[in-house]
């Protein structure tokens, strides 16, 4: 079986917090710590089984990103 959708993830830096959304319906802030207020930070995606994805961020592919 196939499922679709489309995951929102938001840092807010300035309050220390990281919540998510699936399909645009927001569920919420999932963690809120001061350490999420420091950077840098270097965002991952981890797949499991056949999985696959679309990244949309609205900047470039980095130069070593491999498709």
């Known amino acids: 079986m196939k499922k679709e959708g489309v995951l929102g993830v938001l840092l807010d830096m300035n ?4 919540s998510f959304s699936i399909n645009s319906q927001i569920l919420g802030v999932a ?15 981890a797949l499991l089984h056949c999985a696959g994805c679309t990244l949309i961020t609205g900047k470039p592919a980095p130069g070593f990103f491999f498709i």
């Open 15 to 18: 309050k220390g917090t990281l």
């Open 31 to 45: 963690f809120e710590d001061e350490e999420l207020k420091k950077g840098p930070i270097w965002p991952a995606i």
